[in-house]
């Protein structure tokens, strides 16, 4: 009998993973854009070096009817470290809770004006307990931007969806395990850089993507 089992869960897993397929390709970054502070201009709000500004990304995500994001939404972080925030860009199922800990010795803020998400987390130093969060509960785009040093910006990009992954530099992205069928697909690098298109998942097979 437990043999019997063993080759039937094998078999209903084999049949399974022959009906997903997975889609790749390379989604055109612009160029990062270094970080320029004038001398001064922050005078007496930053007690250290300033770190590059990070390297630009992109989001790549599949809708389709009737896919919805994990009920058990993840939580994660964004840390505002050397006067940067961590990441340019992140993406996230909705229901996603983001916490936002300062890692310098000087104060932060995070607040954002989106449609998507408006908040105002105030100004805090690391010692903040317990660490700013938020709850992106809302599909869309949402523009961070810290109120003490302007030269800070960062996105997210809430889905309502479980297949999503951000680029690597280069801009290369990868989604797998995906189940056969024809989905829309969307890719984001900022506010007005997006591209959508139907696509159709074939199992057992790569699908390239060529974005104009």
Known sequence: MKLFLNIYLILTVSLLAEKTGEVSGILPLPISKETTVPSGKYR????GK???TPTVLGAVWLTKEGLTAPVKSPK???AQQNYQFSQHLTIVPKGTVIEFPNKD??????YSLSKTKR??????KSDQNPVPSVTFDKVGFVRLSCEIHDHMNASIIVVDTPFYTTTD???????SGI?????????QVDKKT???MSVTITPNKTLNIEFP
Do not use: E, M, Q
Not at 179 to 187: E, I, V
């Open 76 to 78: 994660i972080t964004i």
């Open 169 to 175: 530099t280069s801009g290369k992205f990868n989604l």
């Open 50 to 52: 300033v770190a590059p």
């Open 44 to 47: 007496g709000k930053i007690s």
């Open 105 to 110: 010795p000087d104060y932060h803020n995070i």
């Open 119 to 124: 908040f105002d987390i105030g100004r805090y």
């Open 179 to 187: 189940p056969a069928g024809t989905y829309t697909l969307h890719a």
């Open 194 to 196: 997006d591209w959508t």
